[in-house]
């Protein structure tokens, strides 16, 4: 009999492991959900802030007011490949919800976990409100968690095989965070306390964590160059929300609840108990970093009163050691019973049970109609991160995804008012980057020219050379354009929707400016709040 070659020795042994590892299910549950997000996600419409990152992509450049440049970039990228359709422009989100399920159950499996815990940490990821919602909008948030895991593996890599290379990931994994989204800096941070705190201190005598961070500073260094050329504008805005007031502070309980909300109630047990186990466990001790970070982060983004999701992208490493907890606890020799066993089907069963309960909180299954009949069975109110948010029938993340195409339609309605030969310096001016976003999106097929604004990164892109002696205005109040303009002429209000946060936006044409040239006024228009 003829021997087999090495290499299909050594293939064959990788398959094997991978079937048996329970990976090859993981494959399979990831591909599913991210069929489902695209089922569901042109179920409503385009969500407030994809119109700012669309924007944005338009305008290609290292950094914005309110974001790093790396969402506006894929999406410029994606649209491109994709087009523009709902489920085009949320392909990276579902894609990166989808690919968290595989790397929350490679952290468990990583932490010692073999295919009950590997199945039950990806199952978690699979029901987490926040990653659903992740999976089914646009945004920095969509990516996030797969960033901070990448830094959590690799700090996991370097531990358990004693290769310090893997800090150079590391920094590699954070660099692009923070071209993401700024708050993995806190992440970070809480790694450093962790690695400071425990006995993996001895990684700072290593240069190649010197080299990760190194190569995190030289990937930031562009959006960090871009920071100071514009006198840090991001810095300028949240000072901005800040001193009006604008968000929901949360007390130490409060926060802590919405902690539980955002994970679900029932997945909370277990990101505790993976928190207790990198804290006090022996089999997780080297990885104990990992639950200092927690708290490092936890506490710095309480103090910073961050919005309740804010911290969501840390749960996946503290829900693999849960499950990894879990399973040693059933598989103990004294009780690895048969009638103990009859727990593990139980627990995934009732974790799934109560992810499809609360799935409609997060993605647009039902019509509006039927979510607010469904809402009113909740054993709890849904959160409410802004009080401008507290007036609309839909929860933000819903009622953001309404109204625009009518304010849209208005505008072009003032357009089609405009004489030709006049239409080249007559600027469309829109209140916040939603009203200009809308306008640049769906105006675009009609003839429109790209909004002004003077909200977030549409200050920065200026005037555009119009002199402003012809404006069409959204959103402000007859009152004051009348100072403004020598002619003022109503149009009409957006039509009605009662699902829109905001609706109803009046439509002015503007003629005759009596502040001079738009360049001239442009400073007082800013408004980053």
């Known amino acids: 009999m003829a021997a087999h070659p090495p290499a299909l020795l050594a293939l064959d042994r990788n398959q094997q492991s991978f079937l048996a590892s329970g990976m090859a299910v993981i494959w399979a549950i990831a591909l599913a959900k991210l069929l489902f997000h695209i089922y569901f996600n042109n179920r409503y419409g385009y969500f407030r802030d994809e119109f700012d990152y669309m924007s944005c992509g338009d305008h290609l450049q290292w950094g914005y007011v309110d974001q790093p440049p790396l969402i506006p970039f894929l999406i410029h990228i994606c649209r491109a490949v994709l087009g523009d359709s709902l489920r085009s422009i949320r392909f990276i989100p579902a894609l990166a919800s989808s690919l968290l399920v595989v790397q929350t159950a490679v952290l468990a499996r990583e932490m010692g976990g073999r295919r009950y815990a590997v199945l039950l940490s990806a199952v978690c990821a699979v029901i987490v409100p926040q990653y659903l919602s992740n999976g089914s909008l646009l945004g920095t948030n969509c990516l996030e968690p797969n960033l901070w895991m990448g830094c959590a593996y690799f700090a996991i890599l370097a531990i358990k095989q004693d290769n310090p290379r893997y800090w150079l990931w590391f920094g590699v994994c954070a660099g692009v965070g923070l071209e993401n989204k700024y708050t993995i800096a806190i992440f970070g941070l809480g790694i450093v306390v962790g690695l400071l705190l425990t006995e993996q201190r001895r990684e700072f005598l290593n240069k190649w964590i010197w080299l990760g961070g190194l190569a995190a500073f030289l990937i930031f260094l562009p959006n960090l160059l871009w920071n100071i050329h514009y006198d840090w504008p991001f810095v300028q805005l949240m000072r901005?929300?800040?001193?009006?007031?604008?968000?929901?502070v949360w007390g130490p309980a409060q926060f802590f609840f919405q902690q539980v909300l955002v994970t679900n109630p029932l997945v909370a047990?277990?990101?505790?108990?993976?928190l207790f186990a990198l804290l006090f466990s022996a089999r997780l001790r080297p990885y104990r970093l990992?639950?200092?970070?927690?708290?490092?982060?936890?506490?710095?983004?309480?103090?910073?009163?961050?919005?309740?999701?804010?911290?969501?992208p840390i749960y996946p490493m503290l829900l693999a050691a849960g499950a990894?907890?879990?399973?040693?606890?059933?598989?103990?020799?004294?009780s690895a019973r048969p009638r103990l066993q009859w727990l593990k089907p139980t627990i995934v069963i009732v974790l799934l049970a109560s992810g499809i309960?609360?799935?409609?909180?997060?993605?647009?299954?039902?019509?509006?109609?039927?979510?607010?009949?469904?809402?009113?069975?909740?054993?709890f109110k849904l959160p409410v991160n802004e009080y401008s948010h507290a007036r609309a029938a839909l929860p933000q993340w819903y009622s953001d995804q309404f109204g625009w195409k009518e304010i849209a339609d208005e505008a072009?309605?003032?357009?089609?008012?405009?004489p030709v030969d006049q239409r080249s310096d007559c600027a469309i001016f829109a209140q916040d980057y939603g009203q200009a976003g809308a306008i640049d999106f769906f105006g675009r097929s009609h003839g429109l020219p790209p909004a002004l604004s003077g909200d977030r990164t549409y200050f920065l892109w200026g005037p555009r050379g119009y002199s402003g002696n012809c404006m069409i205005?959204?959103?402000?109040?007859?009152?004051?354009?009348?100072?403004?303009?020598?002619?003022?002429?109503?149009?009409?209000?957006?039509?009605?929707?009662?699902?829109?946060?905001?609706?109803?936006?009046?439509?002015?044409?503007?003629?005759?400016?009596?502040?001079?040239?738009l360049t001239q006024i442009w400073p007082q228009l800013k408004r980053w709040r």
């Not at 639950?291 to 961050?306: A, D, K, P, Q, R």
């Not at 993605?363 to 809402?375: I, W």
């Open 412 to 418: 072009e309605v003032a357009w089609n008012r405009i």
């Open 240 to 248: 901005a929300i800040r001193s009006e007031g604008r968000d929901v």
């Open 269 to 274: 047990p277990l990101w505790l108990g993976g």
């Open 357 to 379: 309960h609360l799935m409609p909180i997060v993605v647009p299954v039902l019509s509006p109609d039927h979510f607010l009949t469904y809402t009113k069975t909740l054993p």
């Open 290 to 312: 990992l639950g200092w970070s927690y708290l490092v982060t936890y506490t710095i983004l309480f103090l910073l009163h961050g919005k309740n999701y804010y911290l969501a």
């Open 473 to 517: 205005v959204l959103g402000d109040r007859r009152e004051r354009l009348e100072q403004l303009f020598e002619q003022v002429e109503y149009i009409g209000t957006s039509a009605d929707n009662p699902w829109a946060l905001e609706s109803q936006i009046g439509v002015y044409i503007c003629k005759g400016a009596k502040f001079g040239t």
């Open 324 to 334: 990894v907890g879990i399973e040693h606890w059933l598989d103990r020799p004294e």
